[in-house]
């Protein structure tokens, strides 16, 4: 009797661990078919919702529009794939992070750019938001969601960077909200599988104690989401955190440990673009030290951390593509220094792709900074 009891509570917790792992497999299967609608990819069928929303016309104008946009952007890409492979050696990549300020939701320019790495870091003031539930929409709300994406998408699928005042719009419609819909339709277009989108607080009793009615707090409080995803070409799982909050010195006095955080995850590549100078200004020095401490790789446009702390000892720095002034309305962001270090030489490396503000001009510019290594 005893060993037919046991049996009988084996099979129990068997079968409601075979449960348990389907749910979980369909709950994938659900973020990833959700992000392949939202990039116009058809996906698999089996999912009787998916499959509804899949054959609306809407649907189906969703594909068309990205169809026609996306061959110019993947030419983009895949000369950034060529240039990457042939420009820079990222040792053992899969042990990296890659740390990316000021991003928005700009997936496809980092993974572009460091395929391997095991691990991204992103952090800018939008507001992470959360993947659509489409099983709770309505046909209407259902179109008018793939349009929002539409709107997200065009400027970087156009200029190669996002406006941050248009996102503030664009990342906050009653169907699209923040930066999660927009990474995980990249993550579609790229390929990828998404295994698991969760919130994440890296600092919780901060953010109880920020929460409460009477409480001295900051202008945006910190929030956070972690995106976890396979490449099948690798095969491993990869992690996206995502983290919105102000970076400004003063801001992070409210939140002292994160730059900590960020600057612990070693070795790491820091990727900076369009980044309307900021680094530049003295209310960021704290990042910029960040950076500059715990990079080994920085690979930037002129936006980033200033040419005068990279043109010396540790650093050994490549330029790329031509030097152009900043536009007229970021002008505080010119680099004399930067201008005369192009200038001096008789030809710089082609840049086969824009990169940064002068994406109409063919004026992009861009820079590898890699720390030598220091021997004791």
Known sequence: MKLKALLVVTSFFVLLHAAAAAEDNTVVQRLTATAQILAGIPPAPGDSVIDRLAALDCSKEQHQWIEAQWSQVHARLSAMEQWRTHEIHMPEGQ?????????????????????????????????????PDVSAQTPAQYKQMLADVRGALRDIFERNYFITDYMTKQLATPQLSGTVPVIATMMALLDLRIVRIEPIDLFPEQTRAYEKPAAIRPRKLMRGVRIDFVNPKIGKTQQLYYFSLDVSDRALEFYPGFLDWVGRQRPATVFLKSASYLLHDGQFAKTREMILGSADILIQDDTGVPYRYLNHSPWQVRLYGRYAKPIKALNYGYQPDLESAYQKLQESPALPFPFGYHWRTQRSGLMVAVKEARTN
Do not use: V
């Not at 750019?113 to 800018?124: E, L, V």
């Open 95 to 131: 042990a990296r992070t890659l740390i990316y300020p000021f991003s928005g939701p700009d997936f496809l320019n980092a993974y572009e750019m460091a395929p391997d790495h095991a691990r991204y870091i992103f952090f800018s003031l939008e507001r992470p938001g959360r993947l």
